[in-house]
């Protein structure tokens, strides 16, 4: 059925990420909690993701430095070399962009963990990261309708978000600081 108006729209999307976090909810929780490891265990963060997925993934850059983690994202001019003891946080829907994969081969390459983030645990990507969260939405090549009536991979890059807000919020909750206590690494440059 046609969504002819926003109300419409909002209310199939929000069905639609309801139905992926009920799914997420269900699932092995192992790969959420290898990720959380990941991440505290890591000396470094590094984010990584190819359009709409990498911008998913930089408001997660921002969370994860408001814990007081170092974060870098992939393609800025001050980001430093990937190396051992560091993770790249990466998000391909397809699992194999062919960027994505590179900069995983390479910080696997130097000894760097690899945390994915896919709508499979199937693809070249998965071969080579250390854990996959595997998030049950379309990638952007379907087109049937089947997986999610949004646009290419809309429900995956707004799952990417949503998980990467609920990392940060268990970290957070794990590490006993408030909200006052990260408020000082909020940007203030605004």
Do not use: C
């Not at 993934?57 to 430095?65: G, K």
């Amino acid at each position: 059925m046609p969504h002819s108006t926003v109300a419409d729209s909002l209310g199939m999307i929000a069905d639609e990420l309801q139905d992926v976090v009920s799914a997420l909810r269900q699932s092995d929780p192992a790969p959420f909690e290898s990720a959380l490891a990941l991440l505290g265990e890591a000396d470094r963060v590094f984010v990584h993701g190819a359009g709409r997925s990498g911008l998913a993934l930089r408001s997660t850059a921002m969370r994860l430095m408001h814990l007081g983690l170092e974060v870098h994202v992939v393609g800025e001019v001050t980001t430093p070399a990937i190396r051992r003891g560091d993770l790249l946080l990466v998000a391909s829907g397809s699992g194999a962009t062919a960027g994505i994969v590179q900069a995983a081969r390479t910080a696997a390459d130097v000894g760097a963990r690899v945390l994915a983030v896919s709508t499979t645990d199937s693809s070249p990507l998965s071969e080579i990261a250390d854990t996959t969260v595997v998030i049950p939405a379309a990638t952007k090549t379907d087109r049937s309708g089947t997986a999610s009536a949004q646009y290419a991979g809309s429900l995956f890059e707004q799952s990417v978000a949503l998980v990467g807000d609920a990392l940060f919020h268990t970290l957070w909750q794990r590490s006993g600081h408030s909200a006052d206590d990260l408020w000082p690494r909020h940007a203030n440059l605004e």
